[in-house]
């Protein structure tokens, strides 16, 4: 059913959510408007009510809070929008950075904006954009992969899928898998291509590697605490070539990646899901290179 333009103005008026940026890592990080809010809001959907009620203590803030997060927020979206409705304010926060960002919250914001209320950013700390200004590679178009899979296969290939792709590449990884992530980036799109990797941002030991990739992977395994934190990692886009010689050689390299982890039919499915070419072409060719 439609909204008359009065319905929509009447839920205006009602209740807002704010979707408010918290620091990641160093609290004085935190804006004034993001303290206001957050001491004016009647309820704080947060993705970690612990992690997030240690901030407010901090602001000597008591809220009422609510979690939400990955596997919930399906079903917080109603009881939120009961909230607006009744004309409370309510904050959405992550556990550090700014929500939905590789965080929870796409559903929630966009059923409340589909129900008329009002949402309101309220910016502030992003790891991505951190990272970026300081990393000395071309801003002037990026794009953000956020988590890659945590499998091999799954991760070779979406590094394969982007390989080609011109603008600078920024990824979060997580400790355990980042010395993994970086062998894998340097065997897909090669030793040679430039990263910048930022880990502990704004913290007491906030670090960055620079080089080709596999000279940031010998500083990480070099480094004692090069395994520790979360990170950001950036890649130099890669230089333009002509359309047609690399779809020919990203697909054999993407077959030559998949046929090492998984059955040639499976490897075969993956790659037409990632390139747009046939599966039975594409496995054909997957048998041939197998055999070499």
Known sequence: MCMSGSENVRKEMDGVLYVVATPIGNLDDLSDRARQTLAKVDLVAAEDTRHSGRLLQHLGLSKQMLALHDHNERARVAGILDALAAGRQVALVSDAGTPLISDPGYLLVREVRAAGYRVSPVPGPCALVAALSVA????DRFLFAGFLPAKRSGRQAALTELAREPATLVF????????????????VLGADRECVLGRELTKTFETFYSGRADEVLEQLESD?????????????????????EASVL????????????????????????????????LYQRALELKDH
């Open 136 to 139: 000395g590679l071309p801003t």
């Open 172 to 187: 979060y990884e997580s400790p355990h898998r980042i010395i993994e992530f970086m062998k894998d980036l340097a065997e």
């Open 224 to 244: 004692p605490h090069g395994a520790r934190g979360e990170f950001v990692v950036m890649v130099r886009g890669a230089a333009p070539t002509p359309a047609g």
């Open 250 to 281: 990203d697909t054999d390299k993407l077959l030559e990646l998949l046929i090492k982890e998984l059955p040639v039919k499976k490897a075969a499915r993956i790659a037409a899901e990632v390139s747009g070419l046939g599966k039975n072409e």
